[in-house]
Nanobody, 129 residues
Framework: VQLQASGGGLVQAGGSLRLSCEPS???????????VGWFRQAPGKEREFVAG????????SYADSVKGRFTISTDASKSTVNLQMNRLNPEDTAVYYC????????????????????WGQGTLVTVSS
């Protein structure tokens, strides 16, 4: 399984961006068997959980810092995972990574880096003040 993240760019504070993560090596039938998540890594900081979706039941979870502003969703027809980011602020500047795993409970959102088997290459989001 390989993940391709896209949609990053430069945006002014208060603006929006939509990130997408497209996996290869998965079929529509198997896509629901994977938990998916978005993480980010700002310069000089550790990679952190942003948003995630569990396997099967598609339960959702968000980091406190993005709740109410970011929305994770899937497009089953395309087997993509999206992250809609609204009301961006400079603290959201980071490289954003998508991740997927076929492991773990069906109804739990994975929040740790080591929970995930597959990672995308990252897409840079820069928010100017």
């Amino acid at each position: 399984v390989q993940l391709q993240a896209s949609g990053g760019g430069l945006v002014q504070a208060g603006g929006s961006l939509r990130l997408s993560c497209e996996p290869s090596g998965l079929t529509f039938r198997t896509f629901g068997d994977y938990a998916v998540g978005w993480f980010r890594q700002a310069p000089g900081k550790e990679r952190e959980f942003v948003a995630g979706m569990s396997r099967s039941t598609r339960a959702l979870s968000y980091a406190d810092s993005v709740k109410g502003r970011f929305t994770i969703s899937t497009d089953a027809s395309k087997s993509t995972v999206n992250l809609q980011m609204n009301r961006l602020n400079p603290e959201d500047t980071a490289v954003y990574y998508c991740a997927a795993t076929a492991r773990g409970p069906y109804n739990s959102v994975m929040k740790r880096l080591l929970d995930y088997q597959y990672w995308g290459q990252g897409t840079l989001v820069t928010v100017s003040s």
